[in-house]
């Protein structure tokens, strides 16, 4: 829990960035410059203005959604504030156009805050370091997992070892020694069963762990941080058949939804 | 008529465990002749290359290159081996599996985990009593 506490204090610590700077000095040099620009009466039409920024914010956005979205959120920030410094400049000066540029000035700030959610968002990613999570946890956490696996295989070799000696020497006890050994190696055998549904439990979380991993990997390379995730090679196309088997396979269920072996012969039953 | 108890069983699981752990189950019921493979491709080379002579197919379903069911499918597919009672004991309990498996031919279906008594039972259902 103190691990935790301290990652989230890190990420809610403002970091000081440069960038803060950069944006002060973007809004003011373009607020003086629409205040030049009304006082020399060369403002273009409103609706020329307003498609002008549609136009530019949509630019920006389909940026947001390419690759390299880091930059492009940033670029997205920067170029809200300075469209919604610009109108607030030009209401200013022109009273009459603040119907419509009030709702631009709406939509700009909703964009300033969905940018300043997402830049917010990626600097608690960045605290959470995923990288530390892709190269050391992960792969830490699956190796556990593979010697969890071994180490139970190897267990329940050495106890089979071991039922094996014991029904070895049953010959040469009475018939109700015998019988007793014998009802009790098959109990245990029964038991080692476990060996091979923990595996396949184990097997799924394994699973999992690497579906995170990819998805880490994702995540870096979207916030620039990271290489391109590699290609991955054309798989070859399934037939209909392969798909609907790929479906059934799940491994062991749990709790309710894991069919009993009473429940599976009736519905073999009723079949016949 | 009387089950065969010298008849070859094929056991198939890729966990070389449960393969152990069939193989003494089934010495306890009286089955001597045991052999084993770890996965349906490895299978269906023993089962063509007998010529069919299996007396039983116990078979997981989640194995790799060749699953369970596919081997079934190729055994129910091959008239040499359509013949071999097949039973699957798998970890998969869902009625999806249950029925594309009784679609594909299965003799009959054992859930793991499972103790010696369930084996014994679907056998001599599959295989008359022992």
Known sequence: ?????????????????????????????????????????????????????????????????????????????????????????????????????????????????????????????????????????????????????????????????????????????????????????????????????????????VTALKSIEERIDALLYTLGDGKAPKPKAKPKPKTKQEIADADLLEGPQLGDKAKSQAEIDDLLASFD | MAVDMNMNVLIVDDYKTMLRIIRNLLRQLGFENVDEATDGTQALEKLKESGGDFGLVISDWNMEPMTGIELLRHVRADDKLKHIPFIMVTAESKSENVIAAKEAGVSNYIVKPFNADTLKSKMVSVLGDF
């Open chain 1, 1 to 205: 829990m103190a691990g935790r506490k301290s990652k989230t204090a890190t990420a809610a610590k403002p970091k000081p960035k440069a960038k803060t700077g950069a944006k002060t000095g973007s809004r003011s040099g373009v607020k003086s410059s629409s205040a030049k620009k009304a006082a020399k009466g060369k403002s273009p039409s409103r609706k020329a203005q307003s498609t002008k920024k549609v136009a530019a914010t949509k630019s920006v956005a389909k940026k947001a959604t390419s690759k390299k979205q880091g930059k492009a959120v940033e670029q997205l920030l920067t170029a809200a504030k300075k469209v919604k410094s610009t109108t607030k400049g030009k209401a200013k000066h022109a009273p009459s156009a603040t119907s419509a540029n009030a709702k631009i000035v709406s939509v700009y700030a909703e964009l300033e805050s969905l940018a300043a959610y997402i830049d917010a968002a990626k600097q608690e990613i960045a605290a959470i370091r995923p990288e530390n999570v892709k190269e050391e946890l992960l792969p830490s956490a699956t190796d556990e997992l593979d010697a969890i696996v071994e180490a139970t295989a190897d267990a329940t070799n050495v106890i089979m070892d071991n039922c094996e000696r014991v029904e070895g020497v049953m010959g040469g006890v009475s018939a109700e020694v015998s019988d007793t050994l014998m009802e009790a190696t098959t109990r245990i055998y029964e038991a080692c069963t476990f060996q091979d549904i923990t595996g396949q439990r184990i097997g799924k979380v």
